[in-house]
């Protein structure tokens, strides 16, 4: 139970930098003294987060290897990948980049020993959002035990 509330406390906090968006922000008319009743206020995420302190990553459940394909029947479901600083996933990184891209996957790094293991994961795959989870809650889930792969609302794949 505490791994699903941790799981879920790290998703609300991070879901925030997965993407970015515009929002408009309307000043009270006593407030604004002949102002402007509307601003925009941009958020940048172009820099990403300060995330040292949730680092290292590791995921005891899950480790580099083979996966094998299923059907999955997940309705909804966002596709999303799971890597680590392994040289297995850095070279499925780079060969599936432009598939990731084009099915706007997210993707969860399960095992990174520290910010410059990240910088290399994101490096592989330039403009997915990529964010460090443990694995282990969706690898009990999905009854997974290697990664890197790929998860879609319909399949299961490496």
Known sequence: MKRITLTCCSILFLAPFACAQLAIAKDSPQSNKGLSSHRAIYAD???????????????????PGKVISRQLKMPGLKPFFLVGDDPRSLDWLRQRAGELKAIEAAGLAVEVADTNALSRIRAAAPGITILPVNGNDIAARLQIDHYPVLITATSLEQ
Request: charged residues 15%; proline residues 16%; without cysteine.
């Open 45 to 63: 995420l172009s820099i990403p987060p300060d995330e040292a302190w949730i680092l290292p990553v590791k995921s005891s459940q899950l480790s």
